[in-house]
Each structure stands twice: as structure tokens, then as C-alpha cells.
């Protein structure tokens, strides 16, 4: 017999990890105990040392499904720790915890488990229709959670105090409620009710469903924030949110009630699709719709494909069937866009959406109730790219599941990502947190998020940054945030060039050590320059970058303001005789494009160079060329226009498609260019143009072709909500340098 000290590193806290140790222990015949450390757990195991591989293998083989082991260590016990018997009793033991400071792993949001959905419609259960069922493996943690350790004091759960029932499967090892801390029932849980009304519990629920029947717009709290949530079957009713939110074409998620209505509305390309769908999770996926979709074409206008997801709440399901006279009337797909005012953070509070949803007239009635949520998430979005998962959003039910880069690296770092997408990055030694979504930090509400979230965060995740990182960009407000934040800790402020982070967070996202080429295309970053840049090949590695080559620079009329005006581009570049091969630019004049007073004055602003920037934006190639296609001339949301040009390649001949095939040439081409100089053969592609799949696609199999190898993101978005990942390593380099 030999003693070891075993410690697990991941997600192991309030997921039911401790008594399937000891279970197992027991099954095995084992002595010792299990603790929480708070930052991680420890067996004590006395175990003989052959039977040692059966017990990790099996704890890895059979963990509880919602934990995720990231790491295991393994080590005899030292004389004095083998000596105290308290540490291995037989049978096999449960032991208090002790917290203990390190590497905190925070659980995501779960979705609603199979059992729980099954006991919330069990008429004999006590938890029947109880809108806030969950167990240690399904129901909110980060939006719930103050501080570490996982403890339901520390939550907002601690308004509620357990009643006796609950109490007793919340401390029995044997109970799949053990150690849950959102656990409660009718008796003690929080309650639903309709927000300024008198509403409440099942009456509540039947008085939304109704509204939604009616062609209404309602406001639901849910896991991380609000949600609008109309019909989405009812053009009238999608239409009538599309004015009210002053949102005209941007594409509405929608939420089914099961998985089959799913496999109506869209065409689900593979098991691994379906699986993200069904999974604990649940992200929005966008799908393509299918012939036989009910879903109102308003829902996403001149768009093939659909954002599409299961319920994920005890409440959503209660939305869609209840034990009302309702349910034959009760749409079986409803829009579920994030409640908040244009250009601001998701609604978290009761008094947000009063002021901003239901005083606005937005929403005719709210669905509310009485658990705080502590930090906003909006749902999580996914694409399909060559039929594997591309993040999009990595938000609710991702975040903060940290990702983990080998080798070895010391210090913390707050990275507080870009402007538009927002999402911020803590680093600690090698484990990189990325935060949910925050959003668009034009909207100074968006911005004190920010700095209300990444407080919440550094506390929960008991991080103190040594340094902070922030874009280059001398206006941004995310900058404004970071100089705030930076004066309030007293930290060193570092900047970084836009492109490089979205280089660096695809390296990132594969974990890459050696120098790459870069190709990172999107909208706009500031250049060091003082230009705009977009479309740059760049040699990086972890310490710094160059650019090598970019797409040839133009002059771009009405600076950032033209990234909403494709017609204009297109004009100023017919105008200014934008020798490139990439645009059909002959094919039009420029007074086909715009109005004679637009055209003289785009003639103005480039010959007096005013009120005009130069640019090598990829993205404004995009708008321009969708302008002279006819097929986009504005944009009421950046990468519309990129969008109908993608849509529109369905036909391998059309012009369309050509652009895309001409731009991945070029790419291909200026990295094996760059390869003669630089000597690398490993390019990264980043940045918001690659959310573009068939460019993607494209630029991959020509690259490949050339005998590259090709990183493309998986896990962290290429837009701009994933360059605080790049910032986070480049702040890491820094310190593990000093
Ligand atoms: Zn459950
Ligand atoms: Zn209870
Ligand atoms: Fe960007």
C-alpha cells in the first residue's frame, strides 16, 4: 500500500465530482478522502500502487458529465501527511474544504439537464412546472456566482435560504442535488412574475404566452441577461420588433421548442452539429434554413441561413408548453434577440428593463423574477465552416472556461479587448479566461459594463493583473476604460496593434509557439501609421510583428463614417482609378453609384485629401464590391454588406464568387511571397473577413496548395470579440521576458 496525494485541476466544483470520487474509491475497495481546495480538488488515496492507473483512468473515463478535468497531478504522500490518519479513513471519505489560493476555474452556465426536464413535467414531483430546477449537472453558475469557492453563500442563491427538503439533498452525497448550489424549489426558490404587474408564478407564464400568441413583444429575464422574444413565425410580429428596436435587417436568433422542430427549420449537417445543438451548452448555431421552414422570412431578411437554439432554461421550456388552455395556439420557434437598447449592454436588471424595454415601449410586458443576475452573458454563436464549429460568440455556456497554452509562462494580465465585440481576457500563467460578450463600447453604457465586468471577474477569478493591455487606437473607449482602470490599480498600460492581436489570438487558439505569417483581413484597425489597415500580411511571433505586405492602399472617403456606404467606396475608388485586379471596377461608372452631390463631393474630398483616410481595409473592398454588383449599397450593421456578397456565390461562375476565389489568390500569393523573405511556412488567418466561410475555405485549400500550413480559429472568434485573447498572450510575453 502506498499513500498519494492526488490533485484534479478544471472544472470539479458543484458538478458532482466529489462524491463520484468517493464512490468510486469505495468501489475500488480504497482508504482515503476527498476535499475542495477551492482552486482545485485532493484525494487522499491509500492504494496499491498497480490498482493507482485502474483509479485515474477510470476518474478521467467516468467523471461526472458537466466537470472537465484540465489537469491531474500526482504525488506520494510526504511521511508526515502519510502519517496523519484523518487523511485516509476507511470506507472512503468526503471531507471539508479548505480553500486554498491558485488557479480558479469557474463552471459556465449550464443548460437544463435531461432529469431535470423530465421531474419539471412529473405532475408527482415537488418540483413540478418550478421555473428554477437544477442539479449538479445543469443551472447557472457565472452569471450567479459573487466569489470562489463555489458556495451557494457566494452566490445570489444566497438570498434564498434552503428549506428542509432541499437542504437534505443539498448535503447528501448520494443525491444528484449534492453540493448544487442553485438548488431550490417552489417552497424557497425564487419566483417568476410579470415585471409592474400583478402577475405571478404559472399566471405569470400563461399572461407572456399570450402576448406572444397575440403577436406581442415580450421582454424574458433569463440566464445572463433579457432576451425580446416574439413569435417568430409572425412577420407581423417580427416586423413590428424590427421597427420598435430600431434594427431594420440584422438577423434575429430564434429558439425552438425541440430538436426536431430544429431539423424542420433547418438542414443540420452533421451529428456534431446536432450535438452542439442538443448539448449543455447551447449555442446559437447558424444553420441553413430549410424549404419547409415556417420561420418568417423578416426573421433574417435575404439570409440562407438561420441562428438557431434549444431551450435552455427550466423557464424556456414553461414558455413553450404549460398547463394552460394555450398550447395549440403557442408558436413552436420564437425570436430570441438580447434585450437592449441599440448599441447597448444586454439588460441585466429589473430597473434596466423597465427603463430602457418597457418605458420605451419596446416590449408590451415583462417576464421577470427575483434571482439577481451578477454578470451579463449573452448566448454563445457558432458557424459552420467546412462543417466544423467556428466560434462567432463565445459568451454564455463558454465563458470563462479558460483556454490553456503549453510551456510555461508567468504572470497575470488583463487584456481589455477592442471596441466593437467587445470581450476582455484574464490571464494567469499559462490559462488564458476570456469574458462573455460585452459589446459595442460606442455606447458609453457599454463601456461602464466593461469596467463593472472585468472588476466582477478579477474578483471571481482571484486574479490582480500586473499589467494591462489595450488596443492602439488612440480614441477607443475600450482605451478610455483600460487608462481608468490602469490609474484606479495602479498597472502599466501596453498597447498593441489591432492586427497583430487578431494574429496572436489565433495562435492562440492553436496553441502555436513558432513565428507565422499573418494574414489579417477585417473592417478597420488603426495602423501605427496613423492610416486605416484591414488587409496586412504580417510576420509575427510572441514578441512582436511586421508588416510585410498589405492589400494596395486607396483613399477612403468620409473615414469610418463609409464603412456604413459601400456605394461611396466603390465611387471614390472608380474615382481615384484603384489599380487593382480584385474589383470589377470597370464595369461601372461612378455616377451609376451616387447621387451627383455625393459624387462632387467624394471628387472634393480626394482631391484636397479631406475629410479622407487611406485605408487597406479588406472589409470596404467587400462593401465596394457588393456596391457594384448591385447586390448591397448600405449597410445598416457592419459585414452586411459582406454577407450578401457571400450569399450570393451559390453559383460558382457568378462575379460574386470570382471576388472571393481573386481575393484568396492574392492572399496565397503574398504569403508565398513573404515565405522568400521570412522563411516561414505556417500562416495564421484572422480577423472578422474570415468569419466569411468560403473565403476561408478558399484561401485555405490555395495556401494549402502552396505547401503552407494553415491556422484558422476554432474556439476564439476571428472577429474583433477574440482580440483580446492576442492581447492577453502579448501581455504574458512581456512579463515571462522581465
Ligand atoms: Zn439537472
Ligand atoms: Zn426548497
Ligand atoms: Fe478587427
Redesign the pocket.
Given at each position: 500500500m502506498t499513500s498519494f496525494i492526488i490533485k484534479i485541476f478544471g472544472i470539479v466544483q458543484g458538478v458532482g465530482f466529489r462524491p463520484f470520487v468517493a464512490r468510486l474509491a469505495r468501489e475500488l475497495s480504497l482508504a482515503g478522502s476527498v476535499r475542495n481546495r477551492g482552486s482545485y480538488v485532493e484525494i487522499s488515496l491509500l492504494c496499491p500502487r498497480p490498482k493507482l492507473d485502474t483509479f485515474l483512468s477510470r476518474l478521467t473515463a467516468e467523471a461526472p458529465e458537466r466537470s472537465a478535468i484540465l489537469r491531474t497531478d500526482v504525488r506520494p504522500a510526504l511521511p508526515s501527511e502519510a502519517a496523519d490518519k484523518s487523511l485516509f479513513p476507511r470506507p472512503f471519505a468526503i471531507a471539508d474544504s479548505f480553500s486554498e489560493a491558485g488557479a480558479v476555474f469557474v463552471s459556465p452556465d449550464i443548460g437544463i439537464c435531461d432529469r431535470c426536464r423530465r421531474e419539471l413535467y412529473d405532475k408527482g414531483n415537488r418540483r413540478y412546472l418550478h421555473p428554477f430546477i437544477n442539479c449538479t449537472a445543469c443551472g447557472p453558475r457565472l452569471t450567479i456566482l459573487k466569489s470562489m469557492p463555489y458556495d451557494r453563500e457566494r452566490t445570489s442563491m444566497s438570498d434564498f435560504p434552503?428549506?428542509d427538503?432541499?437542504r437534505r439533498e443539498y448535503t447528501d452525497p448520494t443525491d444528484r442535488r449534492y453540493d448544487a448550489q442553485p438548488v431550490?424549489?417552489p417552497?424557497?426558490?425564487p419566483q417568476v412574475f410579470i415585471l409592474d404587474g400583478p402577475e405571478k408564478d404559472g399566471e405569470a407564464i400563461t399572461k407572456i404566452r399570450a402576448n406572444i400568441i397575440e403577436g406581442n413583444i415580450v421582454a424574458v429575464k433569463g440566464i445572463g441577461g433579457f432576451h425580446l422574444v416574439c413569435s417568430a413565425a409572425d412577420s407581423r410580429a417580427v416586423s413590428l420588433l424590427r421597427q420598435r428596436k430600431n434594427r431594420p435587417s440584422k438577423p434575429f436568433a430564434v429558439m425552438v421548442r425541440d430538436i426536431d422542430t430544429a431539423a424542420r427549420e433547418c438542414i443540420i449537417p452533421t451529428d456534431k452539429a446536432r450535438e452542439l445543438l442538443t448539448g449543455p451548452q447551447k449555442p446559437i448555431l447558424l444553420l441553413h434554413r430549410s424549404a419547409g421552414s415556417t420561420i418568417a422570412p423578416e426573421v433574417a431578411p435575404d439570409n440562407p441561413h438561420i441562428g438557431i437554439m434549444l431551450p435552455y432554461t427550466p423557464l424556456h421550456h414553461l414558455i413553450f408548453d404549460f398547463p394552460d388552455d394555450l398550447n395549440d395556439r403557442m408558436p413552436d420557434t420564437l425570436v430570441m434577440t438580447s434585450g437592449n437598447p441599440s448599441g447597448a449592454p444586454i439588460c441585466r436588471t429589473d430597473e434596466e428593463a423597465r427603463e430602457y424595454l418597457l418605458s420605451t415601449g419596446i416590449v408590451d410586458a415583462v417576464l421577470t423574477n427575483d434571482r439577481p443576475i451578477l454578470l451579463r452573458a449573452d448566448d454563445s454563436v457558432i458557424s459552420m465552416t467546412d462543417n466544423e464549429p467556428v466560434m462567432i460568440r463565445r459568451s454564455r455556456g463558454y465563458a470563462p472556461l479558460p483556454l490553456v497554452l503549453s510551456g510555461e509562462m508567468k504572470g497575470s494580465v488583463l487584456a481589455i479587448g477592442g471596441e466593437l465585440k467587445n470581450s476582455f481576457c484574464l490571464a494567469k500563467d499559462n490559462l488564458l479566461y476570456p469574458s462573455p460578450y460585452i459589446g459595442d463600447m460606442t455606447d458609453l453604457r457599454t463601456a461602464e459594463a466593461l469596467e463593472e465586468s472585468v472588476l466582477r471577474l478579477m474578483s471571481l477569478l482571484e486574479i490582480s493583473p500586473n499589467i494591462i493591455v489595450a488596443d492602439l487606437h488612440p480614441r477607443y473607449n475600450s482605451l478610455a476604460v483600460a487608462r481608468r482602470l490602469a490609474k484606479k490599480l495602479s498597472l502599466p498600460l501596453v498597447q498593441i496593434q489591432h492586427h497583430y492581436a487578431h494574429i496572436l489570438s489565433c495562435m492562440a487558439d492553436n496553441d502555436c509557439h513558432e513565428p507565422v505569417i499573418g494574414a489579417a483581413f477585417d473592417g478597420t484597425g488603426y495602423g501605427p501609421d496613423g492610416t486605416i489597415w484591414g488587409g496586412e500580411i504580417l510576420r509575427c511571433d510572441r514578441a512582436g510583428f511586421e508588416r510585410i505586405d498589405s492589400i494596395p492602399p486607396f483613399l477612403q472617403p468620409g473615414g469610418d463614417t463609409a464603412a456604413r456606404c459601400g456605394r461611396k467606396i466603390a465611387a471614390a475608388l472608380i474615382q481615384q482609378k484603384y489599380s487593382s485586379s480584385l474589383l470589377p471596377l470597370e464595369s461601372r461608372s461612378a455616377a451609376d453609384l451616387v447621387s451627383p452631390q455625393e459624387l462632387s463631393a467624394i471628387e472634393f474630398q480626394l482631391r484636397g485629401q479631406v475629410n479622407c483616410v487611406k485605408s487597406t481595409s479588406a472589409g470596404r473592398l467587400f462593401d465596394a464590391c457588393a456596391a457594384l454588383l448591385g447586390l448591397k449599397g448600405n449597410s445598416s450593421f457592419e459585414g452586411e454588406a459582406a454577407m450578401a456578397l457571400e450569399f450570393a456565390t451559390a453559383d460558382i461562375d457568378s462575379p460574386a464568387y470570382k471576388f472571393h476565389e481573386d481575393l484568396a489568390r492574392w492572399t496565397a500569393a503574398a504569403c508565398e511571397k513573404a515565405r522568400e523573405s521570412c522563411r516561414l511556412s505556417t500562416v495564421a488567418l484572422s480577423g472578422g473577413v474570415f468569419q466569411n466561410t468560403l473565403l476561408t475555405a478558399l484561401t485555405r485549400t490555395h495556401l494549402t496548395a502552396a505547401g503552407f500550413r494553415v491556422l484558422t480559429h476554432r474556439h476564439i472568434p476571428p472577429n474583433d470579440g477574440g482580440i483580446s485573447i492576442g492581447q492577453a498572450l502579448y501581455g504574458l510575453c512581456i512579463l515571462y521576458k522581465k
Open positions: 434552503m428549506c427538503e432541499c431550490c424549489c417552497h424557497c426558490g
